[in-house]
T-cell receptor, first 112, second 116 residues
Framework: GNSVTQMEGPVTLSEEAFLTINCTYTATGYPSLFWYVQYPGEGLQLLLK?????DKGSNKGFEATYRKETTSFHLEKGSVQVSDSAVYFC???????????FGKGTRLHILP | DTAVSQTPKYLVTQMGNDKSIKCEQNLGHDTMYWYKQDSKKFLKIMFSYNNKELIINETVPNRFSPKSPDKAHLNLHINSLELGDSAVYFC???????????????FGPGTRLTVT
């Protein structure tokens, strides 16, 4: 079955550091890939998405590239801010299935 | 302007009680979901409805019963509440990404349920 694996947290970085959160997936077809972010006390928000191989999703300085050859969708940001502290979820969805598969989430702490 | 709304935001109740959580979306989506998020932030899908029809029913105790009066609403009723039901429950709705497949989900703010 389909699955998403993302790096265990928590990840703690200093402000302005470079961020990478790894995500790999297994899927039987050609899924769409997502990163969702959950700020403290809130619901999940879509951060970025990519719907086919080699697509790059980007938003708020975050980027992720859909790599079919390595089945990966790693999240990156060049310079993190304290306000980026949140839990980040990698997810996939296939077009014949109404279900989205989420990873277990990675908690990110940014220190001032 | 709220896309997906849930009520109540907080719910504190005693074991054995019956409670309901309501969800409404004004996005015109056909599919709605209920998720349970535990204290470790793990997100588990419980149910999914498409146009008022149940399409996903994961392994959930039958004390949990979803009800969809129309495609904009999906309510969750829980009977005989137990301590282990304490969690944050999220409602979501989704639309198919046109031309490419896959579903993009929009989440409500969550309902924090505490069973004492």
């Amino acid at each position: 079955g389909n699955s998403v694996t993302q790096m265990e947290g928590p990840v703690t970085l200093s402000e302005e550091a470079f961020l990478t959160i790894n995500c790999t997936y297994t899927a039987t077809g050609y899924p769409s890939l997502f990163w969702y972010v959950q700020y403290p006390g809130e619901g999940l928000q879509l951060l970025l998405k990519a719907t086919k191989a080699d697509d790059k999703g980007s938003n708020k300085g975050f980027e992720a590239t859909y790599r079919k050859e390595t089945t990966s969708f790693h999240l990156e940001k060049g310079s993190v801010q304290v306000s980026d502290s949140a839990v980040y979820f990698c997810a996939l969805s296939e077009n014949r299935d109404d279900k989205i598969i989420f990873g277990k989430g990675t908690r990110l702490h940014i220190l001032p | 302007d709220t896309a997906v709304s849930q009520t109540p935001k907080y719910l504190v109740t005693q074991m054995g009680n019956d409670k309901s959580i309501k969800c409404e979306q004004n996005l015109g989506h056909d599919t709605m979901y209920w998720y349970k998020q535990d204290s470790k932030k793990f997100l588990k899908i419980m149910f999914s409805y498409n146009n008022k029809e149940l399409i996903i029913n994961e392994t959930v105790p039958n004390r949990f019963s979803p009800k969809s009066p129309d495609k904009a609403h999906l309510n969750l009723h829980i009977n005989s509440l137990e301590l282990g039901d304490s969690a944050v429950y999220f409602c979501a709705s989704s639309q198919l990404l046109s031309g490419t497949g896959g579903y993009e989900q929009y989440f409500g703010p969550g309902t924090r349920l505490t069973v004492t």
